[in-house]
């Protein structure tokens, strides 16, 4: 079992910032990729970005790239999302989620594929 938290979410507006958290515990967090998926109003659930197991990969959404930015902490055993440049069209509510069998050349990037998720964070960026 993995237990996912996140943290940070809120209100912004256009072209400001903020920066996400998530608090893995349950597993040695060196061994888990984590990713960050979110899902709007009336849409479906899509993938932001992905960091693996080192922290040596990562991978974005065309949307984000740019303007995100995914980190980790294998110490603190927490992964970051940094949102630079928000645009109202990133408001969602944002999960982290962990995959448990991460690949050893690459990480992957579709929902169905990641094993445990957390509670989901709102972000609101106001235009």
């Known amino acids: 079992q993995v237990q996912l938290v996140e943290s940070g979410g809120g209100l912004v507006q256009a072209g400001g910032s903020l920066r996400l958290s998530c608090a893995a515990s349950?597993?040695?967090?060196?061994?888990?990729?984590l990713g960050w998926f979110r899902q709007a109003p009336g849409k479906e659930r899509e993938f932001v970005a992905v960091?693996?197991?080192?922290?040596?990969?990562?991978r974005y959404a065309d949307s984000v790239k740019g303007r995100f930015t995914i980190s980790r902490d294998n110490a603190k055993n927490t992964v970051f999302l940094q949102m630079n440049a928000l645009k109202a069209e990133d408001t969602a509510v944002y999960y982290c989620?962990?995959?448990?069998?991460?690949?050893?050349?690459?990480?992957?990037?579709?929902?169905?594929?990641?094993?445990?998720w957390g509670q989901g964070i709102q972000v609101t960026v106001s235009s």
């Open positions: 989620a962990a995959d448990v069998w991460p690949l050893s050349w690459s990480v992957r990037v579709s929902i169905n594929e990641y094993d445990y």
């Open positions: 960091i693996s197991t080192s922290g040596v990969t990562t």
């Open positions: 349950g597993r040695t967090f060196s061994s888990l990729a």
